[in-house]
């Protein structure tokens, strides 16, 4: 598989591409989907999405593209279970939680998760202490844990792989996920490392050509 025994990574399916999608229109969103059929997974409607339009785009994406995974970039802090309903209600198929929360919260997504028969992502970003967080979040029920360079310190030179190994380096039930300027430069070290979920955002909307470089970013994943 190409792949360390530790990550967690499926053993059987390919890797998973997501785009991430956060700050073109619902009208553009939805020609890119069309654009890229075959290539993407699932399609995060991200969260500054989420302040534009709420779950419209996850109604929208579920009626249009049934084939393809809906995950809802909520992050959730707080009301983890009310806030969960919302978005599996609205037809999400995955939800986020950030794992800085109180464990109550993440329990109440989960909770909300089994009751819909829908999946949770863990979002690790600005975890303090990755390792033991990560240990602690895996004992949950929890189906992705997910390190992630916010976009905020991205432009100070960080990325998300060195966070990847230390998560793959302890979990035991959740899959791994990885997202923070992942790009074709950097997405072989990170397929090489393992991943469940690779999370692309810009570089994929932002690229000339979407349709290609999401074809290309896909064909390196295994
Ligand atoms: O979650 C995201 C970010 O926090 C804004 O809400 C992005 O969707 C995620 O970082 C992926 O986007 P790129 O970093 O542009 O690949």
Not at 195 to 218: F, T
Request: glycine share 8%; hydrophobic share 40%; with cysteine.
């Amino acid at each position: 598989m190409g792949c360390k025994k530790k990550c967690r990574k499926t053993e059987e399916k390919q890797m998973k591409l997501q785009a991430a999608l956060d700050t073109l229109t619902l009208e553009e969103c939805l020609e890119l989907l069309e654009e890229t059929k075959g290539s993407i997974d699932i399609v995060e409607v991200g969260t500054p999405f989420v302040i534009e339009e709420g779950m419209v785009p996850v109604k929208a994406f579920k009626d249009k593209f049934p084939n393809i995974e809906v995950l809802a970039d909520v992050k959730i802090m707080d009301a983890g279970g009310y806030e969960a309903d919302k978005c599996f209600e609205a037809g999400a198929d995955i939800c986020t939680v950030l794992g800085v929360s109180h464990d109550e919260t993440i329990q109440g997504v989960v909770r909300s998760a089994k009751k819909y028969g829908k999946k949770v992502m863990v979002d690790m970003i600005a975890v303090p202490d990755l390792k033991k967080r990560t240990e602690e979040i895996d004992q949950m029920g929890v189906d992705y844990i997910c390190v992630h360079t916010a976009f905020d310190v991205q432009k100070l030179g960080q990325d998300p792989l060195n966070d990847l190994k230390t998560v793959n380096s302890v979990i035991k039930n959740a899959k791994s996920a990885v997202a923070g300027g992942v790009k074709l430069e950097t997405v072989d070290a990170i397929v090489n490392e393992g991943a469940e979920i690779i999370v692309v955002g810009g570089a994929i909307c932002n690229a000339k050509d979407r349709q290609a470089y999401a074809k290309e970013i896909k064909s390196h994943l295994k």
